[in-house]
RNA sequence: GGCCCGUUCGUCUAGGGGUUAGGACGCCAGGUUUUCAUCCUGGUAGCAGCGGUUCGAAUCCGCUACGGGCUACCA
């Protein structure tokens, strides 16, 4: 019988989310989404040292944010809990016990200062110190001392780790569902602990302990576990569990924009862009990192941006529902190279989201910036002027920007433009504009164009001369929508007021 | 250093023995907008290098170079 798809995304709470692993929360969502299969949130907060708290909250409304919402897990409940590793404590010794029991690991009591030493003296002879087979025997183990010292040094407390013994000579050879055969010797592999000495275990036990009691069929992480996928799967072996172990995926990572590495905090403060789906504050230091959501990203076009960094379905669709990215998501089509991150790329994403919202959904947004600004504009009105103005914007935000001079008037005028266009008989046709705006009839934009062509062609003036002064009374600067438009939403009283006001201010 | 993974326009990618090597972002130009932005049209630009296999290689193989990851009682 085939098995249910079960995939999980297992991060630690060690800080907020990076956008690398949302990433690879979303490729796991659409993975079991595709497959009718099941998304677990697992908590891997096995090292207390890095613990930060508020971490956790953090990466669970990152994830709903996004909509990527667990079927199962921390917060989300679940049969298979608990879900945060640090509560499932006592399972993982009976299996470090069983491993010790059948050969395939030992105590070591080595302190971690010896063992620092022991790489310090390493590296001073430009070597790297490695516990593995070439060294276990020269160190404090359970295969190096005698039963009799071993015992001893469990029964009076001594602290301790367990290892696991690296088989000697052995190819492991596992088909990655995203890179197709990779293969490794065990004979460059190192003896990993598996249990520490405060009673937790590492990743590596429990990682592979907890995917096969919740019943994952298929691990879909990044890249930096590849060099530890021959150690899992030798645990699964060695507990001899390996017969409904998961296959495995690695995803590709995601990189600087320029220079190199991957994706870090600090290319996003020096080059202004978000790494973190939402405004983190770090408890210690009090610093702020900005977030996708408190930019203004829209989570769709964060969702379908990230899907298309290390993916692609083949075809030249750019954008994607969520619905879409489940029906066509393929693992064998996930690209095996790094990809560097292009912010420019993310805020053209943005845009088309933004530009596919209606107006009325846009005022929405867009009324809790003006009231923070004490603007309570009409809803009627306000939906009317987004309309006049989203085309121009990528960002919630950008619609004060292109859109402030409907509910402020402008305070100054653009310097370069008054040079260039403001002419000494320009005061005089604007007041004869002036007078004309207050007889026309039907005050809306084909009317008032109508009215004012018109009378441009009576007076045989060139629109040129006028336009951009008016503009410029009205708005402040040179640019904006239509000109007749800004007139009709600004009503006759306004219009005719900001062009009074800047034949007084202007020369 | 060792091990593993990778390499198509500046960037994200399609293409997997015979293609004018396709699309998107960016950039540039033209058109529209009597402004600016949008929008439309066009353009720019790429198979890392060298060997091999083959009638034929971006595509398969090898080497080199470069990039990335791992090499903790971190995940």
């Known amino acids: 019988m085939e098995r249910k798809v079960r995939v999980r995304f297992a991060p630690s709470p060690t800080g907020p989310l990076h956008m690398g692993g949302v990433r690879t929360a979303l490729f796991n969502y659409l993975f079991a989404k595709k497959h009718g299969g099941d998304f677990l949130l697992r908590i891997e907060d096995t090292d207390q040292n890095r613990f930060v708290p508020g971490a956790e909250a953090y990466i669970i409304e990152s994830l709903k944010w996004c909509g990527l919402v667990p079927d199962e897990g921390v917060g989300f409940g679940g049969d298979f809990g608990p879900y945060r590793q640090s509560e499932r404590k006592p399972m993982y010794k009976r299996y470090a016990d069983s491993l010790i029991d059948n050969g395939f690991a030992y105590y070591a009591f080595d302190t971690a200062e010896e063992l620092d030493e022991l790489r310090k003296e390493a590296e001073a002879r430009k070597q790297v110190f490695s516990y593995d087979l070439h060294t276990r025997n020269g160190l404090k183990n359970s295969l190096s001392l005698s039963p009799e010292e071993v015992q001893e040094r469990l029964q009076s407390g001594q602290s301790y780790v367990i290892r696991f013994k690296m088989p000697e ?10 890179r197709g055969r990779v ?50 799967i030798l645990l699964y072996e060695s507990l001899g569990i390996s017969e409904n172990r998961p296959r495995f995926s690695h995803l590709p990572l995601i990189l600087k924009p320029e220079g190199k590495g991957k994706l870090s905090k600090r290319d996003g403060d020096k080059m202004g862009f978000p790494v973190f789906p939402l405004l983190w504050k770090d408890p210690e230091t009090g610093e702020f990192s900005r977030g996708y959501r408190e930019d203004g990203y829209f989570p769709e076009a964060f969702v379908n941006m990230l899907a298309l960094l290390g993916w692609s379905p083949g075809t030249e669709q750019e954008f994607f529902s969520i619905g879409e990215l489940i029906g066509l998501f393929d693992l064998s089509r996930v690209v095996k190279s790094g990809a560097r991150f292009d912010p420019e790329k993310a805020k053209w994403f943005n845009r088309h989201y933004l530009q596919q919202k209606s107006p009325d959904e846009l005022a ?18 306000l939906q009317l002027i987004v309309g006049s103005i989203k085309e121009r914007c990528e960002f919630v935000k950008d619609l004060w920007d292109q859109g402030h001079y409907f509910f402020q008037a402008p305070e100054s005028y653009d310097e370069k433009t008054i040079q260039k266009k403001w002419k000494p008989d320009t005061n005089e046709k604007l007041e004869a504009i002036s007078e004309l705006f207050e007889t026309i009839g039907d005050w809306d934009a084909a009317n008032i164009k109508e009215v004012f062509s018109v009378f441009m062609a009576e007076k045989e003036w060139g629109f040129g001369v006028v336009m951009v002064p008016i503009r410029l009374a009205l708005v402040g600067s040179s640019s904006g929508p239509d000109l007749f438009e800004i007139c009709g939403l600004l009503g006759r009283e306004e219009t005719v007021g ?8 202007i020369q």
């Open 364 to 381: 929405v947004l867009f009324l809790p910036i003006l009231n923070e600004k004490g603007i309570n504009p009409d809803l009627q009105q």
């Open 169 to 178: 000579n052995r190819e492991i050879v596992e088909e990655d569902l995203i």
């Open 498 to 505: 900001r062009i009074r006001k800047a034949i007084k201010v």
């Open 183 to 232: 293969s490794f010797n065990t004979n460059q592999l190192d003896d990993k602990v598996l249990f520490k000495s405060d009673g937790m275990p590492t990743y590596h036990l429990a990682n592979v302990v907890d995917d096969h009691l919740m019943l994952i069929t298929h691990v879909i992480r990044g890249e930096e576990w590849l060099p530890s996928m021959p150690l899992h």
